[in-house]
């Protein structure tokens, strides 16, 4: 595939970023597209592997390894290397519902298993993808493709981010009539309101849901299934039920003076600001304010990262990120080989904003929140922070005594994750939690207990990435067709 000789000629390249402090002006995408004849010679380093661990997509007890959408990254990297452009559209989308959403947010899972970084640098899959996809709605090739044949069966998808839409994106294809109901103003879910505007511009976002509208998807926004509609009139009233609610209850801290006024969940934070920047460009002063604050972001993950630069462009007077666990290795450990992927240390565009900014890295590790101070008022005025180490009896991070210190903090940011979908919504149609906060699903599917209910994404999964959703809702729509008209002609 590519040019046999390619990973031996062309070095890797990426995307350009633009400058840290550049950026940070605004809330514009900050990556640059390389040139048509860059762009070649990076698909020319796609080797003609024999194994392409790329596109495995497989779980291991230890780990995962390749794409889990099983993208045919090999076939469009050639047709991308020889120029042909429409052809490697058509592999893409063979697997991949929503290219421009992973070629922009996904951390690449096909990169760390690429054979051509077992003793190099990875092929860069994630821009090649993305090129392609850009390529196509810039040249008019993403025209509506509605259903000649409606089956007659009516679905509800109930949530709008990268599950539900996949899922009623493949319905809808397969000539089942699909309405969407999102209980926010925009569709989208966490594609529109949960990742910031720089790293996926809401353009690219309401551009699919055009898309899909065209072709026959009937989106509802501002019911809220559960309490502005019942679980009972869906059930009642489709022929099947996808719920794809993710894993929106998030994880809390339980500190003393968790109600000080200034202390908000990640969510909450990051969807008041894209939706006033959506709304009037920030001009409503709708958003959670920032500017001269001392923030602490509590969580080191991705939603961390994108509160870290959410707060920079907000004007924050400096940023504090704090992690409980030990800072990652810098290389892979004997314990991580290739191809699972490296859990080594990243500094993302946060990080580097900051750095670029206040002059170091903002993160903190084996740190977490003991206390918050509030002044007279109520107002969060400082933070009470404990250093961890790891019990060796147990394994868990413990404090260390005595290595409390207190920082200014006028803003806290919860990001420490999600105990899985919203107690209502699960009341709401009757379906049992696993452990960790998921619905209860048959083994192995996607059904649950409930007759033409199914479900999909993190709420059936946990929290997870853009690309294991866009996954979730394909295979869902699989067993939901197979449901209705008793066999399939869907692919996984």
């Avoid at 050639?78 to 996904?106: I, W």
């Avoid at 990435?465 to 692919?491: C, F, P, Q, W």
Wanted: aromatic residues 8%; contains cysteine.
């Amino acid at each position: 595939m590519g040019k046999q000789t390619g990973f031996m000629e062309y070095a890797r390249a990426t995307n350009p970023w633009i400058d840290p402090l550049e950026r940070i002006q605004n809330f514009n995408e900050f990556k640059v597209p390389l040139s048509d004849a860059e762009r070649t010679c990076q698909a020319a380093r796609c080797m003609d592997c024999g194994v392409p661990f790329c596109q495995s997509g497989m779980s291991f007890p230890s780990g995962a390894t390749g794409c889990p959408l099983n993208n045919l990254i090999p076939e469009w990297n050639d047709m991308l290397y020889h120029g042909n452009y429409r052809h490697a559209l058509a592999r893409l989308l063979k697997r991949n519902s929503f290219p421009e959403f992973t070629g922009r947010v996904c951390p690449a899972l096909c990169e760390a298993a690429c054979t051509c970084g077992l003793n190099g640098q990875p092929v860069s899959c994630h821009d090649n993808e993305l090129a392609i996809i850009e390529t196509a709605f810039k040249n008019g090739w993403m025209q509506p493709n509605p259903p000649a044949v409606r089956s007659g069966k009516r679905v509800a998808v109930v949530g709008s981010g990268p599950s539900g839409l996949a899922a009623a994106d493949r319905l809808n294809h397969r000539g089942h009539t699909v309405d969407v109901y999102e209980r926010s103003d925009r569709p989208g879910g966490l594609l529109m309101y949960g990742i910031p505007n720089m790293k996926l511009d809401k353009s690219v976002v309401r551009r699919r849901l055009d898309l899909m509208e065209a072709e026959g998807v009937t989106f509802h926004t501002g019911v809220e299934v559960g309490r502005d509609i019942s679980a009972e009139a869906l059930l009642r009233d489709y022929d099947a039920v996808v719920i794809c609610c993710g894993a929106s209850k998030p994880r809390d801290l339980n500190v003393e003076n968790r109600d000080a006024d200034g202390v908000y969940f990640a969510v909450q934070f990051l969807k008041a600001t894209t939706k006033s920047l959506l709304d009037s460009n920030f001009e409503d002063q709708k958003f959670i304010p920032v500017k001269g604050k001392n923030v602490v972001v509590v969580g080191g993950g991705d939603t961390g990262n994108d509160c870290v630069g959410t707060s920079i462009r907000l004007g924050c007077k400096s940023i504090t990120q704090i992690e409980m666990m030990p800072c990652p290795p810098t290389e892979r450990q004997p314990n991580n080989p290739w191809p699972y992927w490296p859990r080594v240390l990243k500094t993302d565009y946060g990080q580097q904003e900051a750095i670029a900014v206040f002059g170091h890295d903002p993160r903190i590790y084996e740190t977490t929140v003991k206390a918050l101070k509030k002044d007279a008022d109520g107002k969060l005025c400082g933070a009470t922070l404990v250093k961890l180490q790891r019990d060796p009896a147990t394994g868990r991070m413990v404090e260390i005594p005595g290595r409390e210190y207190d920082i200014e903090c006028e803003l806290l940011l919860i990001a420490a994750g999600f105990l899985g979908c919203e107690d209502f919504i699960a009341s709401a149609f009757g379906v049992e939690k696993t452990p960790r906060g998921g619905v209860v699903t048959v083994s192995g599917t996607h059904g649950t207990a409930v007759p033409g209910l199914f479900t999909a994404g993190d709420m059936r999964r946990g929290q997870s990435l853009v690309v294991h959703a866009i996954n979730e809702g394909r295979h869902a729509a699989k067993e939901v067709d197979d449901y209705l008209m008793g066999y399939t002609g869907l692919s996984n």
